[in-house]
């Protein structure tokens, strides 16, 4: 067998403020949680062991139907070469697969921070587990980019504005609104997409396995935080809502692909227009919110205030879609079969 190749190191330091709460009651207080924390360790996989790596990847096979395809419809698509065509059939998925890889290792961070800060036994011993699980997603994304792919691409600045903020902030409650509603909401929604309609096999058993974790991760979040919003200020609340509108535009705004129009040479500002307008990825973007407006509705974050500003959003329809413990156990019994 090869060596693995050796990839430069890319290390960035930053410094972030953390409270480290420690319990010593080891109350058992909150069995939802303890019961998903059980699910969590029944549920553990390897890769190894799940996933067939020697499936050969054709990367210049689309993998997404034609009409997703973000230039699809456009006078730019129209005039492409066949040449041009397989260049961004390469980019695409390297692209869409490092932003995916780019939101697990954030995740994989804030699950670590989350055990230090979250002041209940019972959300510490779930964090634990997650820390395992974006392990493994990050595990899964890096090989599937780097041995199937071949190339990849920097973290989004709109992803890394939003990862950012969730891990400097030193507040236990916003790192988990950040992420199990906001982030791993968008993860669950996207990843649901691509199992619908990416054919190619070890991607759509990758992201289903992927998913069912993602199910249990929004699961957590909207446990640990429902009852700790009922109790708060309104002016404590209102900032929370306010966190969740700004993410919400920071992520539909993050699927516009800049990096892939400048790297392939095509118009960039042009590309990101036709993009922004393309009723597909309209309606993709759209999609994405339809496991979080369900997820910040049972938080309790959903004022009239804030579906105001969901509605001007185009993403207001989704409040009574399938809520995060319809979607865990629809994965409990995907799991089971």
């Not at 695409?92 to 961070?109: D, K, R, V």
């Not at 095509?266 to 990825?281: A, F, H, R, S, Y």
Request: charged share 30%; glycine share 4%.
């Amino acid at each position: 067998m090869d060596a693995p190749k050796t990839r430069p190191l890319k290390l960035e330091h930053f410094e972030a403020k953390l409270d480290v709460a420690f319990n010593w009651g080891y109350e058992q207080t909150r069995e939802e949680l303890r019961e998903l924390y059980r699910k969590a360790k029944k549920s553990q996989w390897d890769s190894d062991e799940r996933l067939d790596w020697s499936i050969d990847v054709d990367i210049e096979k689309a993998q997404i139907p034609e009409f997703m395809h973000p230039l699809f419809g456009s006078d730019i698509y129209q005039k492409l070469d066949e040449k041009k065509h397989l260049e961004l059939r390469r980019e695409m998925p390297a692209w869409t697969q490092s932003q995916f890889l780019h939101g697990e290792q954030g995740a994989l961070l804030v699950a670590a921070q989350l055990v230090n800060s979250v002041p209940d036994m019972e959300s510490k011993l779930y964090a634990g587990t997650q820390v395992m699980d974006e392990a493994r997603h990050v595990e899964v994304f890096d090989r599937y980019l780097h041995e199937k792919v071949g190339s990849s691409y920097p973290i989004s600045p709109h992803l890394r504005s939003l990862l950012d903020t969730i891990l400097k902030d030193s507040r236990w409650d916003m790192k988990l609104l950040g992420m199990q509603i906001m982030v791993e909401g968008l993860a669950l929604a996207a990843f649901g997409v691509t199992r619908a309609y990416v054919e190619e096999p070890l991607l759509q058993a990758l992201t289903t396995y992927v998913l069912q974790d993602e199910a249990r991760h929004v699961a957590y979040g909207v446990l640990s935080l429902r009852d700790f919003y009922n109790d708060q200020k309104e002016s404590e609340v209102r900032e929370r809502e306010d966190f969740v509108y700004e993410a919400a535009v920071l992520m539909r705004d993050r699927f516009l692909f800049q990096e892939v129009w400048e790297k392939t040479g095509l118009p960039v500002k042009e590309c990101m227009e036709i993009t922004l307008n393309n009723q597909g990825q309209q309606e993709f973007r759209k999609i994405l919110f339809s496991k979080i407006v369900p997820a910040v509705k049972k938080a309790g974050l959903l004022s009239q205030r804030q579906r105001e500003r969901f509605a001007t959003l185009g993403i207001l329809e989704y409040e009574n879609w399938q809520d995060p413990f319809e979607a865990l156990k629809q994965a409990e019994a995907e799991q089971a079969a």
